[in-house]
């Protein structure tokens, strides 16, 4: 249950500040409407899902090779948690800008591809996933436990970027989230500098 909290912590605290998929996901509700935001937003849940089988095999590799090399993997997953850290506090308040409401004409499979693509092919997520399970995750942890921690990171952010689309279809909140959404990515960086700190020690 430990390993369970920390970890949707951290995907919490990560999903929420500002990425590729979140410009995807408010570019679609902008300029096609909520609904094409709707299914950008699960095709990026489903985009998790084909980083979430490599990470988990790819431990699983690792350590039926070499623990040294899982200990090295881990250590230089604590440099990488820094550095995204160290990004996130360098975050400054943006000037709220008008976003152009244009009507761009999507088809549902369009958007759904769109948010697939834009989560698969990028190699953050990866690192990103990695790093979560190799500081969190126990190595005795079965892998069954994992793919159901996997289930519900899914589930989380499909939840999450739908939750963006029908907020964001409003233009206040788009403006509200510009100015202040730094906050977000200050808080991501002290959650992350503990995980460093702990895979540290």
Same mark, same amino acid.
């Given at each position: 249950?430990?390993?369970?909290?920390?970890?949707?912590?951290?995907?919490?605290?990560?999903?929420?500040?500002?990425?590729? !998929?979140?410009?995807?996901?408010?570019?679609?509700?902008?300029?096609?409407?909520?609904?094409?935001?709707?299914?950008? %937003?699960?095709?990026?849940?489903?985009?998790?899902?084909?980083?979430?089988?490599?990470?988990?095999?790819?431990? %699983?590799?690792?350590?039926?090779?070499?623990?040294? #090399?899982?200990?090295?993997?881990?250590?230089?997953?604590?440099?990488?948690?820094?550095?995204?850290?160290?990004?996130?506090?360098?975050?400054?308040?943006?000037?709220?800008?008008?976003?152009?409401?244009?009507?761009?004409?999507?088809?549902?499979?369009?958007?759904?591809?769109?948010?697939?693509?834009?989560?698969?092919?990028?190699?953050?997520?990866?690192?990103?996933?990695?790093?979560?399970?190799?500081?969190?995750?126990?190595?005795?942890?079965?892998? #069954?436990?994992?793919?159901?921690?996997?289930?519900?990171?899914?589930?989380?952010?499909? #939840?999450?970027?739908?939750?963006?689309?029908?907020?964001?279809?409003?233009?206040?909140? #788009?403006?509200?989230?510009?100015?202040?959404?730094?906050?977000? !990515?200050?808080?991501?960086?002290?959650?992350?500098?503990?995980?460093?700190?702990?895979?540290?020690?």
């Amino acid at each position: 249950m430990h390993e369970f909290i920390l970890l949707s912590i951290a995907h919490v605290i990560a999903v929420a500040s500002p990425g590729a !998929d979140f410009a995807v996901v408010l570019k679609n509700t902008l300029q096609s409407g909520k609904k094409s935001g709707l299914l950008t %937003a699960i095709g990026v849940g489903c985009g998790i899902s084909i980083h979430l089988i490599y990470t988990l095999f790819g431990i %699983a590799l690792i350590l039926s090779q070499s623990e040294s #090399l899982f200990t090295a993997v881990k250590i230089i997953g604590a440099f990488y948690l820094l550095w995204i850290a160290w990004q996130a506090f360098h975050s400054r308040a943006k000037k709220a800008s008008k976003h152009s409401h244009q009507s761009v004409e999507l088809t549902l499979f369009q958007s759904f591809r769109q948010g697939f693509l834009t989560n698969v092919f990028n190699p953050k997520v990866t690192i990103f996933f990695m790093v979560l399970f190799t500081s969190i995750v126990s190595q005795s942890t079965p892998i #069954l436990i994992q793919s159901l921690y996997g289930l519900w990171l899914v589930i989380y952010t499909m #939840l999450w970027f739908m939750f963006v689309a029908w907020v964001f279809s409003r233009e206040q909140v #788009l403006v509200w989230y510009e100015t202040h959404g730094h906050y977000i !990515d200050w808080g991501m960086g002290v959650f992350l500098s503990y995980l460093a700190v702990s895979l540290f020690w």
